[in-house]
């Protein structure tokens, strides 16, 4: 099943509840390697990269078990093949998450290059650094990071300071993951702050780690002997309840999300309200009611918690069918505009220049046959051809499985038209 197929003019309704974060669980799964004995990993969502990362675990060598409700027991004490293999990771970017654990934890590691979306260039050259400051001697062999320790510190990397060049978010969680186990402290600058890098260093607290200045640029980790396995529930997904409340918005809906973290969707929050919609927040709930076309909002990508990139897209198509003109500036990735083409074919007017989109708001888009070229431009042509007049084809779906639990399946919970073949 790789499109579907959806009937577009039907207004957004009813109530759902949201999955577990994506980009925090697959961190958070890397991070069990450093654990001795079980971790119970529960609000997980059902994604194809969790599914990726539980293979990957699990030929590794790891005990790994899924129960009925989707939570995850792991075990990694086993494991005796410290490799990410270019098969099984050749789709997942957070492939590269596992080079910092298993250095740490085992003293060896050859993780494949990682794939994934394709938006531009996300270098892994801030992760080999960073461990390169630890002491590993890392070589980069035939599409593989080949890493070990040095003689000189045994199994055990060094804490040390280190200066990103850069926000890097999957770079702070490798390096933070790592410091854990690392000899003596390691402060890491510029370091990110994302929910998920927060939900992350609260895992690895709970396991034993001794962190200071979780939810800043400055981290501080003392290394630890050991850590052990404990229990830990996912975040809400941010962007998945920003995609929803988006969609609602743009078929001038009215819908209520269960189990979110109000507080990690401020930038969201304040472009959907000045785009007209009403927006009312209770305790881990949001609803939201649109009664009127959405108002054009410009869009400034920047790391959190400025507006994120992985909501870009979908207020592409937000401001396509504005009363009015828009302009979005992507500021993080050089190659995600790619939906604005099949926005196009649906009648939108946007015009590219640079890293800024221009859109002129239309009065209503047309269903029309379109491609995913990776996970949020997916969820960008889905809730347009919600938005659209006729029937709306989405081709290689593959993608938005990757970051979205269910879409269909949540989205007709709340009255769409959506049929997967």
Known sequence: MNKITIHGGTRLAGTIKASGAKNAVLPILAATLVGQGESHISHVPHLHDVTTMNQLLAQMGAQLTVDHHSDIYINPDSITDPVAPYETVKTMRASILALGPLVARFGQAKVSLPGGCQIGSRPVDLHIKGLKAMGAEIEVID????????????????????????????????????????????????????????????????????IEGIGTSKIYVQGKDSLNGTHHAVMPDRIEIGTFLVAAAMTQGDITI???SNED???????????????????????????????????????????????????????AVADGTSIITENLFENRFMHVEELKRMGADINVEGNRAIIKGVDHLSGAPVTATDLRASASLVIAGLAAQGDTDVHDIHYIDRGYEAIEEKLNQLGAKIIRS
Request: aromatic share 4%.
């Open 265 to 319: 969707l401020d930038a969201v929050l304040d472009k959907l309200t000045e785009a007209g919609a009403q927006i009312e927040l209770g305790e881990n709930q949001i609803s939201l009611k649109m009664n009127q076309r959405p108002n054009p909002v410009d869009i400034y990508t920047a790391p959190h918690p400025a507006f994120p990139t992985d909501m870009q897209a979908q207020f592409c198509a937000l401001n």
């Open 258 to 260: 269960t189990n979110t």
């Open 143 to 210: 599409g593989y990071i080949h890493a070990r320790t040095k003689n000189a510190l045994g199994n055990r990397l060094q804490g040390n300071r280190i200066v990103m060049d850069k926000v890097t978010v999957t770079g702070t969680e490798n390096i933070l993951i790592a410091a854990c186990l690392a000899q003596g402290e390691t402060l890491i600058e510029n370091a990110a702050i994302e929910p998920e890098v927060v939900d992350l260093a609260k895992y690895l607290s709970a396991m034993g780690a001794n």
